[in-house]
């Protein structure tokens, strides 16, 4: 296959990033290479910005990504959204209602360009650490109205199906629940996913006509997996990503990318 009209869409948590939150030596060197070779390589990640520059500037990604799970289209060369979405303002009241029904709830909102936490869990604390972010602890109604990119639940794995269950008929109106890991659940603007964020990536950046690549691992992976040219699932994926998936390729610590990459060179 020539490159020149591929463009590989990526995961970073789970997939792109193994365990230890590192990117392979290995799929530093296949991507570079896939470079070279006239294609197009980018991130899609529910991260925000400031989440995700470590990784952008490691890989020294030169085109545009999508952020914040499909909300927002960033070039992180040029420091500015080329497209976002926003959360509508009755979320404010969603976040008021969550946190009075589970008081030891983690909160945190995705702002443009900061994190707010209004309600602190230790889920909360090792996320901040993992990603070494400084947020801002605010109350709900501290937070700057405008600019809500999304918001992240967040909650101990073996008790997050209370908080599943309850927004089933509760704070659903108007917004697009994922579930984006074990401990994180997210609100995003109506009608919001990977799904549409990579839509919107390829319209703003000229590039619909591309022969389209996704890999992802989890649910909020799962609408651009199964809509990509050529929908691709790691080894540790969930079973419903892995279903919609066209290729199925080894985990997230067997540097998954270079075995894309190499697929994509028999086709």
Not at 207 to 227: C, H, I, L, P, Q
Request: with cysteine.
């Amino acid at each position: 296959m020539n490159f020149e009209k591929v463009i590989i869409m990526t995961d970073l948590d789970g997939t792109l990033l193994d365990d230890k939150k590192r990117v392979s030596e290995k799929d530093i060197l296949a991507i570079n290479e896939f470079r070279k070779k006239g294609g197009s390589f980018t991130l899609a990640t529910g991260r925000g910005i400031a989440m995700s520059r470590n990784v952008v500037e490691m890989l020294d990604v030169d085109m545009p990504c999508f952020v914040f799970n499909g909300a927002g289209v960033y070039d992180f060369k040029e420091n500015k959204f080329l497209w976002h979405s926003s959360m509508p303002l009755h979320v404010i009241e969603y976040i008021k209602t969550l946190a009075k029904e589970f008081p030891d709830i983690g909160i945190e909102i995705l702002h443009a360009d900061k994190v707010y936490v209004t309600n602190n869990n230790k889920t909360v604390e090792e996320h901040m650490a993992i990603e070494s972010i400084t947020p801002v602890y605010a109350s709900v109604d501290e937070v700057p109205k405008e600019n809500w990119l999304k918001v992240l639940i967040a909650y101990p794995p073996e008790e997050m199906h209370r908080i599943i269950e309850f927004t089933k008929t509760s704070c659903n109106e108007g917004i697009n629940w994922v579930h984006s890991s074990p401990m994180y659940y997210e609100m995003l603007p109506e009608g919001i996913s990977k799904g549409y964020g990579y839509k919107k990536l390829l319209e703003v950046t000229g590039k619909t006509d591309y022969f389209t690549v996704a890999s992802g691992d989890y649910g909020n992976d799962y609408e651009m997996v199964r809509t990509a040219d050529l929908g691709v699932a790691v080894a540790n994926a969930l079973q419903p990503v892995k279903d919609v998936a066209k290729l199925i390729v080894g985990d997230n610590n067997s540097s998954p990318m270079s075995q894309i990459i190499k697929h994509l060179e028999t086709l």
